[in-house]
Each structure stands twice: as C-alpha cells, then as structure tokens.
C-alpha cells in the first residue's frame, strides 16, 4: 500500500510508527493507517491546488497565452527591464472566475520570446479610494 502513496508519504511513517508504539492497546496499527492516510490525502489535494509556474520569455506569446487558457491560472516570472537583476512575478488568470471575491479581471502585458508586450490577464482589486478622494478632496 506504501509504494502507491504520493513521494512524501512514506517519510511520515517513520514518525507514526513511533507514535504508534507509544500508544497502547490493539488500535494502535489501525490509528497509525489512519493517520498516514489522513496525511497523504492532504498532500494529494495540496499538489492539486498547485499553480503552475512559467517563464514567458522563453515562449512565444501566442504559447504563453494559451498555457493561461489551458491551465486557467498560472504564474509568470521574469526578469525586469528596468532593474537588472530584479525578478518580477504575478498570476495570470483566464477570465473573471479564476480571480477571489472583490478583484477584477484587468488586462496586463509580460514580455514573450517573440514580443515585448503580450496581452494577458490578472486579478486586481479595484482602487475605490482614487475616485473617493477626486469626489470629495477635489480642489475647487
């Protein structure tokens, strides 16, 4: 049953089996498959919740637009322009559904192997505060 476990499990089962011989009574074998289960589970549903991460500039845009289609939400990291050196990153998302409660789609641009700006999106939260201090801070 080990060998079929996700690659993190079988280092778990070291720690339960001590845990297992400090317990006493019969169940101590069925807690410790329990618990190992219980453990993996997690893990499994961890490595699913996980989001991808790519390099743009190493995709031409049309491929890096359609990684984001296909996956529904990734991560692109490059390096910035402006500061040598400096690594910039953001979520790029599909449509709307892939943002949290209270963000908005907006469109954005990362660099590709084969253009400086490529047209994707990413969630943003909306500045509600700039258009509060132009209604009632404007100097008149």
């Not at 289609?69 to 979520?91: K, N």
Request: one cysteine or more.
């Amino acid at each position: 049953m080990i060998a079929a476990l996700p690659n993190g499990c079988p280092n778990l089962l070291k720690t339960l089996r001590q845990i297992t011989l400090s317990s006493s009574g019969g169940s101590g074998e069925r807690t410790m498959k329990t618990i190992l289960l219980a453990a993996c589970l997690t893990l499994v549903a961890a490595e699913a919740q996980a989001v991808s991460r790519y390099d743009p500039t190493r995709m031409s845009c049309g491929k890096v637009q359609a990684t984001i289609a296909r996956q529904g939400a990734v991560i692109l990291r490059y390096q910035s322009t402006r500061v040598p050196g400096l690594p910039l990153y953001d979520r790029y998302v599909q449509s709307q559904q892939f943002c949290t409660m209270g963000e908005v789609r907006t469109r954005a641009y990362v660099p590709s192997a084969d253009t400086k700006s490529c047209p994707v999106y990413n969630c943003k939260r909306p500045d509600n505060d700039r258009h509060f201090r132009r209604r009632f801070f404007h100097n008149n």
